[in-house]
């Protein structure tokens, strides 16, 4: 069966993504949502950032158009550039313009790593003007009231270098999101994984003790992700001992000792 | 037939090999008299191996002279060899003190696990360590000692472990000693009243070691409970190394399965079993400290009491504040309202909610871990813990601006610093008096012998720094290069093609991007860091300039310390402008510890020299292994944390990072509210302190 290919603006989120709810942050985002506010989303890695905004956008019924930042993103990556088509001339829109055209959600995964020059393009959508200026194209944009504006990052052990300057991270609304608690935890790992709740309470368990290693030597405890996906394997017949080696451990520190010591209390666990 | 060479032959034959560690308290009379009852050729062959021996250890080569004789007895002389050889071997691998192990345990050497297959404790104390941190509960320490014990906060495994044949099973008895101890530590096996209740017993040995055996069963249900692998693993253990129960052991521990049986329950039985059969406790159950352990966790309670009494009173006091109610006046211990709070557990483990009021509150970044351990010593919050303590030795009282042995007027080369007052919410106004104290330099070669002795993390953290030089970087869209910058070149003729003006930036060119970093490392001085620290500051100091000046980056180090308020004092080893040189190494050298931790003062004061630096980065590196404090009392606490808070405020205001590398067990209490959740690392083994402080330099300047 070949990849479905569609237009940014037309990614509508059809099924409601499965999401638990930690706080009230789901009320935060929508009142924002509603006053033209952008939000920003702080946490740990895997800690369902990304899946809280595709479970926003299907509330909200709005497409999301999702941009991963890095070192090299330009403006033009996110505004849009001229290209050659046929001879001619032809401007395409990146991903905000498209966003802002269409009124759907932006949401800026991990925008720290952008360079701070290409961050400040988003300053004129985040605030009251709610605009985007694309010189290049001669026009200026004004957002539909539908658009939405999230980015997203995590602020554990960063680079001085890397930094949301106090001007761009003074225009969002903030949420803070974290692991949940072990029993919502539990939970969550045992539906994504079709997995019974004690096994899953058990890879639970193994993700706490990895968080308390946290300042001993690694740089941040295993991530709900990571339990999913081991709860995954554990469903699919992989043993218990093997998934969290694989899926957990591995994936959490290179450092021998501290591979051996997340390996055996895993085994301890199982 | 030879002669057995006489006593005088066989001293001067000894001191040949192992002079090196005789002295005149220690001679080789001793094991020359043990070697003197052998035949000639045992004696040939001892002598011999004494020199080899001698050719990796003199120390050991001696204590296997002594053990000689006796070994020889038990074992004959076929087994010597694979006795040296095992002693060499463990030696090899881990150092003096296993090796001393593997020798006074023959059989132990060369019976069916033999040292091929044991395992070493520095070999595996990392992973250990990190294993029972992961594990909940007070994080625990793993040191060696010759008998397996803990006293609540260490523990002590022995220094080799070569019962079994295969390396991965003697592991897996130090996992099961490590976990078996940490359990008893967890579950209340040391009650207060431990000493008194086996006293009672007629037989001392015999009372410890069936209270042993029947801990060993009430901890084994718990640990079954929640950690079932480790059960298994350690059942396992049991069924190939212990001897079977006598008869009726099984009824009489069967109500330690329960979930809420606690040590009293295993003292009844034994009260019960002591006349008749009592089961031998397992193999990795260790042995009985108590005194020990009670005497440690009484000190940890007392202190740990008080602290949490202050942080209590300090957010009650705070609480009012916000209410607008005033605090009751009272005389010196008046309670603020006993029974005004209580906690809740919130899930099994150390997650107790703290109410005051019957509202929940936040428990004070100083006392969450506190709380926790005091849960974890009793069993629960006992409610005494719970009464706020009244104005006491930690507040700032009456006696305000009478500090003892200060004087209030600016003496002579002194800066003024100001100093934060939380309580006020101002500042006070000149208040420290710093001076910039010389360094004793110390030509001893210190620098060169540590790149000597840790040369392989010397080479290895200076290439990686040397990496992050960062070289050449392709610049995009500019007006002349080497290239043609395809995507301007694309982007200029569709836009000349739509009517626009050609840009000129259609070119890449290389350039070198120069770093634009500056740090200052401020080390903690203070009394407390002398022996180990202070010498782990001094190594990963060597270190760390050996790698920055492959780097490039220009940075300074000052060291601090002081007493009260009027004598603080910082310690240049080196200027921001200044190059390093032989000076600088012999400063490194000689920087001592020396008093108090008064950080406010010394952070303002090197904050004053980074901003003057034009660079784009600039760094603020603390080291240090406690809490702000000083002569003074009031320093230690909440009013030092708060100072030296602001301090940093101030320093981020002035467009500097600050960051910390500590050695304080107990810095997650405070560390988040001075340097950030992410602002700061904990390096708990003083050893990896300068790989530490390479990788995390090397992180934050990326």
């Known amino acids: 069966m070949p990849a479905r290919a569609m237009r940014p603006e037309e990614y509508y989120i059809e099924d409601e993504p499965y999401y638990e709810p930690v706080a009230d942050e789901g009320q935060v985002f929508e009142a924002a949502y509603r006053n033209a506010l952008p939000v920003l989303l702080k946490g740990p890695t895997g800690c369902g950032k990304t899946r809280f905004m595709e479970h926003m956008a299907w509330r909200l019924g709005r497409p999301l158009i999702t941009v991963s930042c890095h070192e090299d993103l330009t403006g033009a990556d996110l505004v849009g550039r001229y290209l050659i088509q046929g001879g001619e001339t032809v401007w395409v829109d990146g991903p905000l313009a498209r966003a802002v055209r269409h009124g759907a959600i932006c949401y800026l995964d991990e925008v720290v790593e952008a360079r701070k020059d290409t961050t400040v393009v988003i300053h004129p959508l985040a605030d009251e003007r709610r605009a985007l200026p694309m010189e290049k194209h001669g026009e200026v944009l004004e957002a539909a009231p539908e658009f939405g504006l999230a980015v997203s990052y995590n602020p554990g052990y960063q680079s001085v270098l890397k930094d949301l300057k106090p001007s761009t991270r003074q225009r969002f609304v903030a949420l803070e999101l974290d692991y949940p608690a072990a029993e919502v935890e539990g939970r969550i790992v045992a539906r994504e994984a079709g997995l019974d709740e004690g096994t899953a309470g058990r890879l639970v368990q193994l993700g706490t003790m990895t968080r308390n290693l946290r300042h001993e030597g690694l740089e941040e405890g295993a991530s709900t992700r990571l339990l999913v996906h081991a709860a995954k394997l554990i469903a699919g017949g992989i043993a218990p001992a093997s998934a969290c080696r694989d899926a957990i451990t591995r994936a959490l520190s290179d450092e021998p000792d501290m591979l051996a010591a997340v390996d055996e209390l895993a085994t301890s666990l199982f | ?702």
């Open chain 2, 1 to 702: 037939m030879a002669e057995p060479l006489s006593l005088e032959e066989l001293e001067e034959r000894l001191e040949a090999h192992v002079c090196a560690v005789l002295s005149s308290r220690r001679t080789a009379v001793r094991p020359a008299r043990g070697l003197a009852e052998l035949a000639a050729s045992e004696q040939d062959r001892v002598l011999e191996w004494v020199g080899r021996i001698a050719g990796t250890s003199a120390e050991l080569a001696f204590q296997f002279a002594e053990h000689a004789p006796e070994t020889l007895g038990r074992l004959g002389p076929d087994r010597v060899p694979g006795w040296a050889l095992a002693a060499l071997d463990a030696y090899d691998r881990a150092g003096l003190f296993p090796a001393a192990a593997v020798l006074r345990d023959p059989e132990g050497a060369t019976g069916t696990g033999g040292a091929a297959g044991g395992v070493a404790l520095p070999e595996v104390a990392g992973v250990l360590q990190a294993f029972l941190r992961g594990l909940h509960g007070r994080p625990l320490r793993v040191a060696g000692a010759e008998e397996a014990h803990t006293d609540t906060e260490t523990v002590y495994l022995p220094p080799i472990q070569f019962r079994l044949a295969e390396r991965r099973d003697n592991f897996l008895l130090y996992k099961a000693t490590a976990a078996h101890l940490w359990a008893q530590a967890r579950f209340g096996t040391f009650r207060d009243d431990l000493l008194e209740r086996l006293a009672a017993f007629p037989d001392a040995e015999r009372a410890r070691r069936g209270f042993l055996a029947l801990e060993a069963e009430r901890l084994d249900a718990r640990l079954e409970r929640e950690l079932p692998g480790l059960s298994r693993e350690m059942a396992a253990l049991r069924r190939r190394l212990d001897v079977p129960a006598p008869a009726g052991w099984a009824e009489l521990i069967a109500g330690l399965a329960e979930p809420d049986a606690d040590a009293g329950d295993s003292l009844e039985r034994l009260s019960d079993a002591y006349g008749q059969g009592l089961a031998e406790p397992p193999c990795y159950a260790g042995a009985l400290y108590a005194e020990q352990a009670l005497a440690v966790k009484r000190d940890r309670q007392e202190r740990e009491l008080r602290q949490v009494r202050v942080a209590l009173s300090e957010l009650a006091r705070q609480q009012m504040e916000e209410s607008g109610e005033e605090p009751p006046a009272g005389e010196e211990g008046d309670t603020q309202g006993p029974g005004r709070f209580r906690v809740r557990e919130v899930s099994e483990g150390e997650d107790v909610e703290l109410l005051l009021d019957e509202q929940p509150v936040a428990a004070p970044p100083d006392a969450r871990s506190v709380l926790a351990s005091v849960a974890q010593d009793f069993q629960g919050i006992p409610p005494e813990a719970l009464v706020p303590a009244g104005p006491g030795p930690y507040h700032v009282s009456a006696r305000d601006g009478e500090d003892s042995g200060c004087r209030t007027d600016a003496p002579e080369g002194a800066w003024l610093y100001p100093e934060w007052d939380h309580r006020r919410g101002d500042y006070r106004k000149q208040w420290c008096a710093l001076r910039e104290e010389a360094v004793t330099p110390r030509y001893d070669g210190f620098v060169e012998r540590t790149l000597a002795r840790r040369s392989g993390l010397a080479r290895r953290l200076r290439r990686r720094f040397e990496a992050l030089r960062g070289g050449d970087r392709r610049l995009r869209r500019q007006p002349e290069g080497d290239e043609v910058d395809l995507d301007a070149f694309v982007a200029a003729t569709a836009g000349a093609l739509a009517g626009a003006e050609l840009n000129g930036g259609l070119y890449t060119r290389r350039r070198r991007v120069e770093r634009d970093v500056a740090a200052l490392f401020l080390v903690d001085a203070s009394g407390s860091t002398e022996g180990w620290v202070n010498e782990a500051e001094r190594e990963s100091l060597a270190l760390l300039t050996h790698a920055l000046e492959a780097l490039g980056d220009r940075y300074g180090i000052y060291g601090f310390s002081g007493t009260t308020r009027s004598r603080g004092e910082v310690y240049p080893v080196k200027d921001l402008a200044e190059p390093f040189s032989p000076e600088v190494a012999a400063r490194i050298a000689g920087l001592a510890a020396n008093d108090y931790t008064r950080m406010g003062a010394a952070i303002r004061h090197v904050t004053d020299l980074l901003a003057d630096v034009p660079t784009r980065t600039r760094l603020l590196v603390v080291l240090s292994d406690g809490k702000p404090d000083d002569f003074d009392g009031y320093y230690r606490g909440t009013y030092g944390i708060e100072d030296t808070r602001q301090a940093l405020i101030e320093a981020r205001g002035r467009g500097i990072h600050p960051f910390c590398v500590t050695l304080d067990r107990e810095g997650l209490d405070y560390l988040p509210r001075l340097f950030g959740a992410a602002g700061f690392v904990a390096v708990t083994d003083v050893s990896q302190l300068p790989r530490k402080m390479g990788e995390m330099y090397r992180r934050l300047t990326t």
